[in-house]
């Protein structure tokens, strides 16, 4: 059983080996290892467990929950310092002298009436303890009274507060979380208790305090958890696999229980992975100052758009974590990713992904599916359409590449019910280029094998290559930029070699795909819409949509077209989500800018976007109903001589004439952040961002420190 509860997923090959010249041995993607390499203890398992009881209250979307302490959604009143302190100071000097003028009888001795009114005579003797005591308490009273009113008005308390013992606890003591009940501690697993799995409980919860579990252990048991209560496996092999291999039981098929390395923060508990931390600006609300920002399965469902020059932390700060974090979910059973970049471009380790493949290299192990693993023609004539020629289609919403799949699709399927198989790159550009011998062969195959449907097919191919509007030459000159001596080897469909399909999406498997660095950005750009179309193509007929797919573009561009925007749209229902990032806007047609940032959930403008960038911005976060003040400074005019007099000595002094200020406050609606703003006061490392989740919830535009 593997990390979803479900059948084993592909397999990992840590180290790449030269492409073979025959057929493999072993399957595509090859099964689990036999022995599954442990993880180091650690001295104790109380770091495992201090973050298993950490509290994780509910929050908005997108705030880092490990530890959050919500804070009220309007800014309290808060005195400035030096106010506080002074009134604080001047409090206590009034105080003092209220009780020096009673003390020495200034104010007379009204105030000691109530105390001769309560002792009896014989107390006043000289000397009396009893006197001594009673009035000196009734001094006490007197002054803690005044005392009580002058700290009230002085601000006594909140002075305390602010930079007393109070404060100087909060900011030196570490956070204490309180033990929890035995039948309510997450590390005892009151569930498989409640379930009738204590024996499994305890085999896990003993590993936990002896520090043999870690974070991906506990989410990946929790899901194989799932599995069971969901009614997939029978809680017999759960305990059996749990009571033989404790921790490392249910585990993923590549036998890894960790990632070689992390950057990033992650909390797997709640699948968030923290990208930085809010402003504390006052344009955003006062709820997320200071939190901590998170992203997570929640958001990306519902896709995620970055748009920053280079260098704006675009990778660094958004598409490693958010990978790593993924890589992370695969392992657990709760994710499968492709991660898409151009090679050298800094997405983690080979040995953090199950399947790498390198476009262009020669000595890469997997390839990549021209076909996207699919038997149907007109599905894999659509899919081949939309990489090669998707860019070239009316960028408006109603376009599509209808064409070019219908002619795709006239020879795919004569083709295939010839030779068994789909064409190789060099056969499909020949075929589009109409040249008379494979075109003749294919016929006189055709005709043996007595498919006359599929003849008519070919003939009506032949015909169309005559007219001066044939899509054909354009397909063929697209599919020769992958016909070149670079990629030789690749792309082949007679089974000798190991391609890589989008359809093993169903597992919790980590791929990478590495398209060419350099010389080949045509051919670049048609593989990465060529990816992007297997995805959305193979993620929404998946039969278990709980486990997440996820599709990263380190560089979306070129890729973004009207059948890429519809097939965005449909991610969200499916259990899956895409993450692109674009250097410009301007990288995506006009027609097609509205409709993309409206299919992204999440969007996010770095630091430096240009100001025609953040007007596309700008329009989609709208408006909203702010406070304006309006302050006038009006001269003021003295009618009597002596008041012509003061307004004199204070021009001297002063050196301005007395002005009286009037302040107007009025309700306006404004843009949350305009054009200007996003292009010129974003600071550098730093980002704007709006969240939506899967259930609809919506953070509003934040200002995010990316670096904290």
């Not at 997108?62 to 506080?84: C, Y």
């Not at 609606?669 to 709006?690: D, I, K, N």
Request: proline share 9%; aromatic share 6%; glycine share 10%.
């Amino acid at each position: 059983m593997d990390g979803d509860g479900t059948r084993d997923a592909r397999g990992t090959h840590a180290n790449p080996v030269p492409r073979p010249a025959g057929p493999p041995e072993a399957p595509p993607l090859p099964p689990r290892p036999p022995a599954m390499p442990t993880v180091p203890p650690l001295p104790d398992g109380s770091a495992f467990l201090t973050w298993l009881r950490t509290p994780r209250p509910d929050a908005a979307p997108g705030v880092w929950r490990f530890g959050h302490r919500p804070r009220p959604d309007e800014e309290p009143e808060r005195v400035p310092g030096r106010q506080l302190i002074s009134g604080a100071l001047i409090a206590f000097l009034v105080g003092w002298l209220i009780w020096s003028l009673l003390w020495n009888g200034y104010l007379g001795g009204w105030w000691l009436l109530p105390l001769y009114a309560m002792i009896p005579d014989s107390w006043a003797e000289p000397h009396s303890f009893a006197a001594v005591v009673v009035v000196y308490a009734y001094y006490v009273i007197i002054g803690l009274i005044i005392a009580v009113g002058v700290g009230r008005l002085g601000r006594w308390g909140e002075l305390w507060r602010r930079y007393g013992p109070p404060a100087w606890r909060r900011s030196t003591a570490p956070a204490s979380v309180r033990p929890p009940a035995p039948e309510e501690d997450p590390a005892e697993w009151p569930a498989l208790r409640a379930a009738g799995a204590s024996d499994a409980a305890d085999r896990l919860a003993t590993e936990a305090r002896q520090g043999l579990m870690r974070d991906v252990d506990h989410a990946r048991i929790t899901r194989a958890w799932q599995g069971v209560r969901n009614g997939r496996h029978s809680l017999a092999t759960f305990t059996g696999a749990v009571l033989r291999e404790g921790s490392a039981a249910c585990a993923h098929p590549s036998g890894a229980r960790d990632l070689p390395g992390r950057q990033a923060r992650h909390d797997l508990l709640t699948g968030q992975v923290r990208v930085g931390t809010t402003a504390d600006d006052p344009r955003n609300p006062y709820a997320y100052r200071g939190t901590g920002l998170a992203l997570g399965p929640d958001l990306l469902g519902t896709s995620l758009l970055a748009v920053g020059p280079a260098g704006s932390g675009k990778t660094g700060t958004l598409v490693r974590p958010l990978a790593e974090s993924l890589c992370l979910h695969a392992l657990a059973g709760r994710a499968a990713v492709v991660v898409v970049g151009a090679a050298g471009s800094g997405l983690g380790p080979a040995d953090a992904y199950d399947v790498v493949v390198r476009v262009g290299d020669q000595e890469s192990m997997y390839d990549l599916d021209l076909y996207g693993g699919t038997t149907d023609p007109d599905e894999a004539a659509a899919i081949l359409a939309e990489a090669l020629v998707g860019d070239l289609a009316d960028p408006h919403p109603g376009s599509d590449t209808r064409r070019s799949t219908t002619v795709l699709a006239q020879l795919l399927g004569p083709y295939r019910a010839v030779h068994g198989r789909f064409p190789s790159v060099p056969e499909l550009r020949r075929l589009l280029d109409g040249a008379p011998g494979p075109l003749a062969e294919l016929r006189a195959g055709l005709e043996s094998a007595g498919h006359e449907s599929l003849l008519r097919e070919l003939d009506a191919r032949e015909r169309q290559l005559a007219h001066p509007g044939d899509v054909g030459g354009v397909l063929a000159d697209r599919i020769a930029l992958l016909d070149r001596p670079a990629f030789a080897g690749f792309f082949d469909t007679s089974g000798q070699s190991r391609p890589f399909s989008l359809k093993a999406l169903d597992h919790p498997v980590r791929v990478r795909i590495d398209l060419p660095a350099r010389g080949h950005a045509d051919a670049s750009r048609i593989l990465a819409r060529l990816v992007l179309a297997q995805f959305t193509a193979s993620v929404t007929v998946r039969e278990d949509r709980s486990l997440f797919a996820c599709l990263i573009l380190d560089d979306a561009t070129g890729v973004v077209t009207p059948e890429a925007v519809r097939g965005i749209q449909r991610l969200r229902s499916a259990g899956a989500g895409a993450v692109l990032t674009l250097r410009t806007l301007d990288d995506v047609p006009r027609p097609l800018r509205g409709p993309l940032l409206g299919a992204t959930g999440c969007r996010v403008a770095l630091s430096g976007v240009t100001p025609w960038d953040g007007q596309d911005f700008a329009e989609v976060w709208g408006k909203e109903w702010t406070e304006a003040r309006d302050v006038t400074d009006r001269q003021i005019i003295a009618e009597t001589p002596a008041g012509k007099a003061v307004h004199a000595l204070r021009r001297v002094i002063t050196g301005k004439a007395p002005t009286a200020r009037a302040v107007t406050v009025r309700q306006v609606e404004r843009e949350r952040w305009s054009a200007s703003e996003l292009a010129h006061a974003v600071p550098p490392g730093h980002a704007v961002l709006s969240l939506t989740n899967v259930k609809g919830e919506h953070a509003p535009p934040l200002l995010v420190d990316l670096r904290g």
